[in-house]
Nanobody, 130 residues
Framework: QGQFTESGGGSVQAGGSLRLSCTTS????????MGWFRQAPGKERELIAT????????YVIDDLQDRFAISQDRAKDTTSLQMNKLRFEDTGIYYC???????????????????????WGLGTQVTVSS
């Protein structure tokens, strides 16, 4: 049974950076769609970034492209979300998501498939103070 664990959240001042990690086990890491959702206080969970670990293509939603980046480390079976120039509105719980069946096409395809993801982990809290 595959598992994943999110880590790397914390408290940071506006303008700072954080790097979140999602480490997997029990999956063949090179054949995954992986992504990050976030849920701001009082708002719905939103898928913000995806990566196809087979081909390496990645996607970040337009609003965050200039500040956030998703990447993979095959040696560590880990997908990371680098968040720079953090803003107060980036505060929320960040959740990892994966799909072991939809890999091998593109990160945008992964995005469409991961939107229905429901097997949530604990997430990692990000708090940005202004």
């Amino acid at each position: 049974q595959g598992q994943f664990t999110e880590s790397g959240g914390g408290s940071v001042q506006a303008g700072g950076s954080l790097r979140l990690s999602c480490t997997t086990s029990g999956f063949y890491y090179r054949h995954l769609c992986m992504g990050w959702f976030r849920q701001a206080p009082g708002k719905e969970r939103e898928l913000i970034a995806t990566i196809d670990t087979a081909g390496g293509s990645d996607y970040v939603i337009d609003d965050l492209q200039d500040r956030f980046a998703i990447s993979q480390d095959r040696a560590k079976d880990t997908t990371s979300l680098q968040m720079n120039k953090l803003r107060f509105e980036d505060t929320g719980i960040y959740y990892c998501a994966l799909d072991a069946e939809s890999w091998g096409k593109s990160a945008r395809y992964c995005y469409e498939k991961l939107r229905d993801f429901k097997s949530w982990g604990l997430g990692t809290q990000v708090t940005v103070s202004s």
